[in-house]
């Protein structure tokens, strides 16, 4: 089963600095899709990024970008700029050709004024 | 395009009751997905529907537990015979089944079992 793990619970970062998430996947499979959704406190879920694994390119997203390394199963956001309205959980997701996404355990990110 | 909605927002009710909540997608979209997410967790799938056919389903989805896409429109979740456990914020997904088939969410149902 495909596993997806996200180390820090907890992330704060200063408004207009730069502020890196991580995410790991496990999984045996050569064709999947990798995902970051951002939930504020109000608890919509919304997509922040996505990124497919036959592409070498990183994807963007404005101030949003991914590092996406297929060998090391790793995905990590960037985001550039911070401002206070990305505050929210980050949740890194994983979905291969079936139907459902599997999600990490989320970090919260703080913006400090 | 209005977005994904549910209704209702919040439900509060006493163990042994029923529950149903309604998930409405958006309307291209031809797949809907069932997510439940606990305090402090990922959303964790329960179901899927492609059009009415309701394709898959996971473990978490108890016998208590029935989902329905009549039409390939909308879809219900009921919970039957509700416990504390079931307390959770209950997620609803629809995708356009092109590309990258990304799912997107509605605002979930908090469900509160007294």
């Known amino acids: 089963a495909q596993t997806v793990t996200q180390s820090q619970p907890e992330m704060s970062v200063q408004e207009a600095e730069t502020v890196t998430l991580s995410c790991t996947y496990d999984t045996s499979e050569s064709d999947y899709y990798l995902f970051w959704y951002k939930q504020p406190p109000s608890r919509q879920m919304i997509l922040v990024i996505r990124q497919e694994a036959y592409k070498q390119q990183n994807a963007t997203e404005n101030r949003f970008s991914v590092n996406f390394q297929k060998a090391a199963k790793s995905f990590s956001l960037k985001i550039s700029d911070s401002q206070l309205g990305d505050a929210a959980m980050y949740f890194c997701a994983y979905k291969n050709s079936g139907s459902r996404l599997t999600f990490g355990e989320g970090t919260q990110l703080t913006v400090n004024p | 395009d209005t977005g994904v909605s549910q209704d209702p927002r919040h439900k509060i009710t006493k163990r042994g009751q029923n529950v149903t909540f309604r998930c409405d997608p958006i309307?291209?979209?031809?797949?809907l997905y069932w997510y439940r997410q606990t305090l402090g967790q990922g959303p964790e799938f329960l179901t899927y529907?492609?059009?009415?056919?309701?394709?898959?389903k996971s473990r978490l989805l108890s016998d208590r537990f029935s989902a329905e896409r009549p039409k390939g429109s909308f879809s219900t979740l009921e919970i039957q015979r509700t416990e504390q456990g079931d307390s959770a914020m209950y997620l609803c997904?629809?995708?356009?089944?092109?590309?990258?088939?990304?799912?997107?969410f509605g605002p979930g149902t908090r469900l509160t079992v007294l």
């Open positions: 529907f492609q059009n009415e056919a309701q394709l898959e």
């Open positions: 309307s291209e979209h031809n797949r």
């Open positions: 997904a629809s995708s356009p089944r092109r590309g990258v088939d990304t799912q997107y």
